[in-house]
C-alpha cells in the first residue's frame, strides 16, 4: 500500500511541477495554465494515454485538473460511439456535471458568506 502512495504522490506532483514552471518560467497566467493542464489531459485520453497513467497512479493522476480534460474526453468519445454526434456534445457533460455542479454551488455559497475586497 505505502508503493502505491509513493507511486501516487510523485505523479501529481510531477503535473504540479508541470504548471509550477509554466507560472514561473513561461510567466503564464493562472487562466492559461489551467487552460493548457485541461487539454493536456484531454489530448492525452484520446492518444489512449491517461487511462494507463491513472491505472499506474491512481489518486495521483485523478486529483488534478488535467483529469477535467481526461473525463470531457473520455465521455464525450463513449457517447460519440453510441449516439454519433449528439453524444460528443452530450457525453461531456454527463460525465463532469456534478463536478461543475459542485463548482457552481460552492463558489456561489463563498459568495454569500464571504465578503470580497475589490482591488486597491
Do not use: R
Not at 487511462?51 to 483529469?67: H, R
Amino acid at each position: 500500500m505505502i508503493p502505491m502512495f509513493i507511486t501516487a504522490f510523485i505523479v501529481g506532483g510531477l503535473i504540479c511541477v508541470i504548471g509550477q514552471i509554466l507560472f514561473d518560467v513561461a510567466k503564464l497566467t493562472p487562466a492559461h495554465t489551467l487552460c493548457i493542464l485541461v487539454v493536456s489531459g484531454s489530448i492525452l485520453d484520446g492518444i489512449g494515454w491517461y487511462e494507463p497513467l491513472i491505472d499506474f497512479a491512481g489518486a495521483g493522476a485523478t486529483i488534478p485538473i488535467t483529469s477535467f480534460g481526461n473525463s470531457l474526453t473520455h465521455g464525450a468519445m463513449s457517447e460519440a460511439e453510441k449516439h454519433g454526434f449528439v453524444g460528443v456534445l452530450t457525453g461531456m457533460f454527463e460525465v463532469t456535471s456534478s463536478g461543475i455542479s459542485a463548482a457552481i454551488l460552492f463558489g456561489f455559497i463563498a459568495a454569500i458568506l464571504f465578503k470580497s475586497k475589490g482591488k486597491v
